[in-house]
Structure formats: structure tokens, C-alpha cells
């Protein structure tokens, strides 16, 4: 069976747009595939963090991951730094990483720009992402576009790797998910709809209430027209509504269109925000099931224990290969 490999970061609340865009989709792939689920918690470090704050995003994350139908009977869950595998082999492939491809990787520039303290860590944490991949000798990795570079980077590591040192690593393929997957900001439609957006009206989070979310929907940017129609480039707000509203409920953009023409906005956006809650509502009570009960230890546990078996391998192959370590004597 092929292996699927995916992490996210801790960094806050869920938002629509990661669960219709990555977290439904992952819903569907552990029925066919090996799939691995990672907290990226090392990862969210590269930026300051409150540790109060990121212990409960840890938490949160991994309920939200369950109560979205994850399935631990058939997937792994786990938290990246409970697996000390993944810094290991981090370090190790940092040393066969070159300053220069690091420095060209966009999310670097982008987020070291105009600053004077940038942490090291934001500069190297691409090979720490290589490890997490290649410690499950991954085929396949689901990513949106912003983070391709860092995929193709994981890929050259892994070459390199193998024909400086020996044949470890799987090369992973990289997915794009499927069209409905990108959720634009309901504020700025030309944007990737973020749980960082500091308008907070832009992004509707998993754990919303239904007045809050009937609120952020009323308040969505759309246009003067007054049609319902799907048009990326000249209608981006009731694009991204009927993108939304379909993603929702499974039904098409076109039977949208046809249901909602001469009908204003105001009852489409309504409707839009009903069926985000209708979607929402069991994965929200099944969370606060979840948050603070001992099931979520003990999945979070297992999981650790279940992806150190692999990653281990995986490690000790690649410290054995680079010449790290003893080589111990079997005694006569």
C-alpha cells in the first residue's frame, strides 16, 4: 500500500478553507492508502511562540483532525515533536543542504523580509520538512502551491542523499489537491482564505459559532451586479461563495447558479452560511467530545509509538549509511 505523508501546523484555529481544501480529502484517502498525520509543533518554533498557547493549538489541532472523521484504527496520528526521529534526521539532512537553495525558497524571503533577527531556524526548516516526509518512506505528499518549492527541495535532498550515500529514501510524488480545494478570504477573494489574516472577518474557523459565522457571511465582499453566477475574474466574492456553498453541500456550481437566478444576495449569502453550519456542527460537537478527554492521550500515544517504528528504521538506515554511530561487534 502507498504511503501518504502530511503535516500542519499548530499555529491556531482550523479554518474552512484547510478542511474543505486538505482535511476532507485526507478523510477520503486513509480508506486507500498508508497515511500518516503530523502535528508539525517543530515547525511552529520557527516563529515565537506562547507555550500555553501552542499546547493548547497541539491539543485543539489534533481533536479537530479526529472529530473531522480521521480514523485512528486506520490512520497514524501523531505529534512531530514526540518522535525524535524526525530533528535527528532533520540535522543530518541539513548537512547535505545548501545555503543557497534555502535562501531561494519564496516562504524564506517573504517572511525574513525587512527584518533584522531572523531566527536560523526559518532558513533551515525546509530539510526538517524533508525528514518529516522521508522518515515514512512517503510516495505521496498532498500539498497546496505555496508549499510545492519546499516538496521539490525534499526531492533533491533525497537524490542527493541516495546517490552520495546509499539507496534510502523513497522519492515522494507531489499531489495538488482537486479544483474547490482553494477557499479565498471572504473579505479579499484574491486571497488564500488564512487562519493568520489579521481581519478576522476573512476566514471562517472550524469552531465558529452559527451566529458568527451567519455574521462573517452577511459581511463577505461580493459585488453590485446582483447575480449569482461563476465568474473567477470579474465576480472573485460570489466565486468564492458558490465554490464554498458547493464544496459544502456536494451539489454543482451550475445547479447553484440555476437555483439562485433572479434571487438577490442576500438570500444566497444565507443560504451559504446555513450550509457551512450544517457541515460544521458535527464536527464541532464531536471536538468538544474530544478536547479534554483521556481518548485523545491515548490516540495521541499510540500514534507516537506507531510512527517511531518506521521512522526509526528509516534513521538508523540513514545514520548507517553516512557512517554516524558504532558499528557494534556481535560477541562469539
Not at 51 to 66: D, F, G, Q, V
Not at 97 to 115: A, F, I
Not at 143 to 171: C, M, P, S, W
Not at 305 to 311: H, T, V, Y
Request: hydrophobic fraction near 35%; charged fraction near 25%.
Amino acid at each position: 500500500m502507498e504511503k501518504i505523508f502530511s503535516g500542519i501546523q499548530p499555529s491556531g484555529t482550523l479554518t474552512l478553507g484547510n478542511y474543505l481544501g486538505a482535511i476532507k480529502q485526507f478523510v477520503e484517502l486513509q480508506n486507500d492508502y498508508e497515511c500518516y498525520f503530523c502535528i508539525v509543533d517543530e515547525h511552529a518554533i520557527t516563529v515565537p511562540q506562547d507555550r500555553l498557547k501552542l499546547r493548547n493549538n497541539i491539543r485543539s489541532l489534533a481533536a479537530l483532525y479526529l472529530a473531522s472523521g480521521i480514523n485512528p484504527e486506520k490512520a497514524t496520528l501523531f505529534i512531530q515533536s514526540e518522535v525524535p526521529a524526525h530533528t535527528q534526521l532533520g540535522w543530518m539532512l541539513q548537512s547535505i543542504g545548501y545555503v543557497g537553495e534555502l535562501e531561494r525558497m519564496t516562504q524564506y524571503k517573504d517572511k525574513s523580509s525587512g527584518k533584522e533577527a531572523v531566527s536560523s531556524a526559518l532558513l533551515t526548516y525546509p530539510a526538517l520538512m524533508a525528514a518529516d516526509i522521508l522518515l515514512y518512506q512517503s510516495n505521496i505528499v498532498p500539498v497546496g502551491d505555496d508549499q510545492k518549492q519546499h516538496l521539490e527541495l525534499t526531492r533533491d535532498l533525497a537524490q542527493r542523499f541516495n546517490n552520495r550515500y546509499n539507496d534510502i529514501f523513497t522519492i515522494p510524488e507531489i499531489r495538488i489537491p482537486k479544483v474547490g480545494a482553494r477557499i479565498m478570504s471572504l473579505q479579499d477573494p484574491t486571497k488564500k482564505m488564512s487562519k493568520s489574516d489579521e481581519n478576522e472577518k476573512g476566514f471562517i474557523s472550524m469552531l465558529d459559532e452559527p451566529k458568527r459565522i451567519e455574521k462573517k457571511m452577511k459581511s463577505a465582499v461580493t459585488d453590485s451586479e446582483g447575480i449569482v453566477k461563476y465568474d473567477k475574474e470579474n465576480k472573485p466574492g460570489i466565486s468564492n461563495l458558490l465554490t464554498i456553498y458547493s464544496s459544502c453541500t456536494g451539489e454543482s456550481i451550475t445547479n447553484l447558479e440555476a437555483k439562485y437566478e433572479g434571487k438577490g444576495y442576500g438570500e444566497f449569502k444565507q443560504d451559504v452560511a446555513n450550509a457551512v453550519i450544517a457541515l460544521l456542527a458535527p464536527i464541532q460537537e464531536k471536538y468538544q467530545e474530544l478536547i479534554e478527554s483521556d481518548v485523545l492521550d491515548d490516540i495521541l500515544d499510540q500514534g507516537a509509538e506507531k510512527a517511531s517504528f518506521p521512522a526509526n528504521k528509516t534513521l538508523n538506515k540513514a545514520k548507517k549509511a553516512m557512517g554516524l554511530g558504532r558499528v557494534k561487534k556481535k560477541h562469539k
